[in-house]
Nanobody
Framework: QVQLVESGGGLVQPGGSLRLSCAAP????????MGWYRQVPGKQRELVAR???????TYADSVMGRFTISRDNAKTTVSLQMDTLIPEDTAVYYC?????????????WGQGTQVTVSS
């Protein structure tokens, strides 16, 4: 089992910023695809952003230009900088790891952190 440690999140006013971080074990980090997903009650969990081991990134259309995902291989952490937040960004945000083993892909989730955008 892989333990992911998330930090950040909280309450912010519309237009504000928050930064989420997720620490993963160093033994798997460099080879892992790291991502952030979010979920609101009654809806499916959706991809927010993803970063490949080589650094290429993917973003959901709804956050393009406002959110930035980055990875620090030395600290084995992935971060999500969220700017210009809007109420629709309110959700529980989950760190996600995908790693290709000899037996196939394995996936792991963080415990989730609440982000609330409200005035």
């Amino acid at each position: 089992q892989v333990q992911l440690v998330e930090s950040g999140g909280g309450l912010v006013q519309p237009g504000g910023s928050l930064r989420l971080s997720c620490a993963a074990p160093g033994s798997i980090f460099r080879a892992s695809v790291m991502g952030w997903y979010r979920q609101v009650p009654g809806k499916q969990r959706e991809l927010v952003a993803r970063i490949m081991p080589g650094g290429s990134t993917t973003y959901a259309d709804s956050v393009m230009g406002r959110f930035t995902i980055s990875r620090d291989n030395a600290k084995t952490t992935v971060s999500l900088q969220m700017d210009t937040l809007i109420p629709e960004d309110t959700a529980v945000y989950y760190c996600h790891v995908s790693i290709l083993r000899s037996t196939g892909w394995e996936y792991f989730w963080g415990q989730g952190t609440q982000v609330t955008v409200s005035s």
